[in-house]
T-cell receptor
Framework: GNSVTQMEGPVTLSEEAFLTINCTYTATGYPSLFWYVQYPGEGLQLLLKATKADDKGSNKGFEATYRKETTSFHLEKGSVQVSDSAVYFCALSDRIGGFKTIFGAGTRLFVKA | DSGVTQTPKHLITATGQRVTLRCSPRSGDLSVYWYQQSLDQGLQFLIQYYNGEERAKGNILERFSAQQFPDLHSELNLSSLELGDSALYFC??????????????FGPGTRLTVL
């Protein structure tokens, strides 16, 4: 079945450091891929998405490229801020799975000033 | 603000009791999803309703049930509560299309504490 694996946290960075959170997936079809973010005390919200291979999703300085050959969708940001401290979830949705969204376990990011 | 509302925000109850969590989706969204988030289990998909009908089922216990009403709001019923049911319960909604996967919009969650 479909699955999403993302790097374990927590990830602790200093402000302005480069961020990478790894995400790999397994899917039987051609899924769309998502990154959701959960700020403290809030629900999840969509950060970015990509619907086909080689697409790049981007938002708020975050980027992720849909790599079919490596089944990956790694999240990157060139310079993190304290306000980026949150939990980040990688997710996929596949037509074969009835478009049910499968979430990864989440990666907690702490950014220090 | 996602446009999805959930009530109550917090709920404290005892083992063996029954509770009902309520969710109102964004205007125009036909699908409602329920998730359970606990520290050790991460985000677990429970169930999805689309326009009043059950569409997909995840790791939902038999003690749990849900429904979606004609006005599209949804309720999640949890019965015979156990300590391990303590968690954050999120509702999400989406438009849902047969042609493309959805972006889900999450509510702020209901924090359930079972004592």
């Amino acid at each position: 079945g479909n699955s999403v694996t993302q790097m374990e946290g927590p990830v602790t960075l200093s402000e302005e450091a480069f961020l990478t959170i790894n995400c790999t997936y397994t899917a039987t079809g051609y899924p769309s891929l998502f990154w959701y973010v959960q700020y403290p005390g809030e629900g999840l919200q969509l950060l970015l998405k990509a619907t086909k291979a080689d697409d790049k999703g981007s938002n708020k300085g975050f980027e992720a490229t849909y790599r079919k050959e490596t089944t990956s969708f790694h999240l990157e940001k060139g310079s993190v801020q304290v306000s980026d401290s949150a939990v980040y979830f990688c997710a996929l949705s596949d037509r074969i799975g009835g478009f049910k969204t499968i979430f990864g376990a989440g990666t907690r990011l702490f950014v220090k000033a | 603000d996602s446009g999805v509302t959930q009530t109550p925000k917090h709920l404290i109850t005892a083992t063996g009791q029954r509770v009902t969590l309520r969710c109102s989706p964004r205007s125009g969204d036909l699908s409602v999803y329920w998730y359970q988030q606990s520290l050790d289990q991460g985000l677990q998909f429970l169930i999805q309703y689309y326009n009043g009908e059950e569409r997909a089922k995840g790791n939902i216990l038999e003690r749990f049930s849900a429904q979606q009403f004609p006005d599209l709001h949804s309720e999640l019923n949890l019965s015979s509560l156990e300590l391990g049911d303590s968690a954050l319960y999120f509702c999400a909604s989406s438009v849902t299309s047969e042609l493309a996967p959805d972006t889900q919009y999450f509510g702020p969650g209901t924090r359930l504490t079972v004592l």
